[in-house]
């Protein structure tokens, strides 16, 4: 605080004093101060209570009394400055932690980003080759059940017909057909034989090297 500004202040308070009378001595103004009681009284009082009291008038001990304040708030300015430092020695640092973590929140994100997104793409990459084979597969089966259709109804067909000529038609009849029968079932038998061969595609998740290092490259250095 400075000294003018005390040196200021403590002329208001005579100048009020000037004007203030004493409680007990409504016709006498404050003038003195009290060393022991530490009050100002008028001249009136010093009789009693203050008779043994040190005084002495305000005017002269008020300049005194500055100083002395002065010299009391002396050492504030360096233990102001050891706080104003101390409060930066926190808030500093802190203000930079923040920072740091708010930086890192952000590069979190963005490898978070990079994993999903890479997930995202192999999943939506598998999907469509499993589709791709599910085609595939769909087309061939059904292939293989028409083909399969068309035998049977040729080897039903012809056991059917057989069958009605053995025991439903004359003699004369079955004799007739017989050559023809017996050339039209040789024919179907060998050229309706089971392959047996169909054999579904083998499907099967398998981590590939090159997924797994791109999500290593990505999650390496990221522990904290
Ligand atoms: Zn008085
Ligand atoms: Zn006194």
């Not at 005017?59 to 009391?72: L, Y």
């Not at 740091?100 to 929140?105: A, D, F, H, Q, S």
Request: hydrophobic share 35%.
């Amino acid at each position: 605080m400075p000294h003018n500004f005390i040196v200021q202040n403590l002329i208001e308070v005579k100048d009020k004093e000037k004007r203030a009378v004493c409680g007990e001595h409504p016709d006498k103004r404050l003038k003195l101060y009290c060393f022991k009681c530490t009050k100002i009284i008028c001249v009136k009082c010093i009789d009693v209570p203050h008779q043994e009291h040190k005084c002495a008038t305000v005017e002269t001990i008020s300049k005194k009394i500055a100083e002395q304040i002065q010299s009391d708030i002396e050492p504030f300015s360096s233990r102001i400055s050891q706080f104003r430092e101390s409060l930066s020695k926190v808030e500093v640092p802190n203000k930079k932690l923040l920072q740091t973590i708010e930086e890192m929140k952000h590069g979190l994100r963005q490898r978070g980003d990079e994993i999903k997104n890479l997930v995202d793409d192999h999943v939506a990459k598998l999907t469509k080759e499993l589709n791709e084979v599910k085609e595939r597969s769909v087309k061939e089966a059904e292939a293989r059940v028409e083909s399969i259709k068309l035998a049977l109804a040729a080897l039903e067909s012809f056991q059917t017909h057989s069958m009605e000529i053995a025991s439903k038609c004359s003699p004369s009849d079955i004799t007739r057909s017989f050559n023809e029968l017996h050339t039209r079932a040789e024919e179907l038998l060998k050229s309706h034989v089971i392959t047996d061969d169909y054999c579904p595609p083998v499907v099967q998740f398998e981590p590939t090297e090159k997924l797994i290092e791109r999500l290593h490259n990505i999650v390496e250095g990221w522990i904290v």
